[in-house]
């Protein structure tokens, strides 16, 4: 179900204009109005989901799938030399829109798009127990 006050929804939708890649009955693929760097798209599912947790299996296989092919085009077509694929779920994670959507981002030999973090070292103890925990909890 589509939400109507969601941007991303009007803009998969078609509702509000966008210079779209790619479009399926699930799926519209869009360039970033603000671009990490050259070619940088946006894949909107159609179906409102404020988040990963909360989109549909099949479509998050789909998400992926379409993510393929449209990287193998950025590669072929734009000549990048990597490509990042990122996905923020909730604010501190980065996320500003509520919807679902999917960053991929062509990466070019020298450029300054890193999507960088900084490594820490860890406590094998602790990581260990993270594992147990986590491992635990999956469904």
């Excluded at 990122?86 to 798009?113: C, E, K, M, W």
Aim: include cysteine; charge should be negative.
């Amino acid at each position: 179900m589509k939400d109507t006050n969601c941007i991303f929804c009007k803009i998969a939708n078609g509702d509000i204009p966008s210079n779209t890649v790619y479009e399926d009955e699930d799926f519209r693929v869009i360039l970033d109005l603000n671009p990490a760097s050259k070619g940088h798209a946006l894949i909107l599912p159609k179906e409102h989901a404020a988040n990963l947790f909360e989109l549909p299996e099949e479509t998050a296989k789909k998400a992926i799938v379409l993510a393929k092919r449209i990287g193998a085009a950025m590669m072929e077509t734009l000549g990048c030399t990597g490509l990042n694929l990122v996905q923020n779920n909730g604010a501190s994670a980065g996320q500003t829109v509520l919807h679902f959507h999917l960053h991929l981002i062509p990466r070019y030999d020298g450029d300054s798009a890193m999507v960088q973090w900084e490594p820490h070292t860890s406590d094998p103890e602790e990581q260990a127990r993270l594992a147990e925990l986590i491992g635990k909890a999956v469904r």
